[in-house]
Nanobody, 119 residues
Framework: QVQLVQSGGGLVQPGGSLRLSCAAS????????MSWYRQAPGKVRELFAS????????NYADSVKGRFTISRDNAKNLVYLQMNSLKPEDTAVYYC????????????WGQGTQVTVSS
């Protein structure tokens, strides 16, 4: 299994930028695909970015495409989310998730971090 610890987040003005990090324990990080989710109060949790285990492929929801970038550094056991041109509607709790390559029913979640976009 893997433990995920998130950092970053906070309050930012519209149009600003933030970078979130997700650190994984252990030495098998490269066996996990990684995703970013977000959830606003009273709303469904939204998958908006994912990256393959090797980092060679990424996918984005239309709501963030062109503004957010997911990346990973397998040597450092880190996944990043760079968020640019932030909008108030981006306000949510952000979660990273690891999915085991050999068993897609095995998922691990970070603790979540609040991102608030407001002037």
């Amino acid at each position: 299994q893997v433990q995920l610890v998130q950092s970053g987040g906070g309050l930012v003005q519209p149009g600003g930028s933030l970078r979130l990090s997700c650190a994984a324990s252990g030495s098998t990080f490269s066996t996990y695909a990684m995703s970013w989710y977000r959830q606003a109060p009273g709303k469904v949790r939204e998958l908006f970015a994912s990256i393959t285990s090797g980092g060679g492929g990424t996918n984005y929801a239309d709501s963030v495409k062109g503004r957010f970038t997911i990346s990973r550094d397998n040597a450092k056991n880190l996944v990043y989310l760079q968020m640019n041109s932030l909008k108030p509607e981006d306000t949510a709790v952000y979660y990273c998730k690891a999915t085991f390559f050999y068993d897609r029913t095995r998922n691990y979640w970070g603790q979540g971090t609040q991102v608030t976009v407001s002037s």
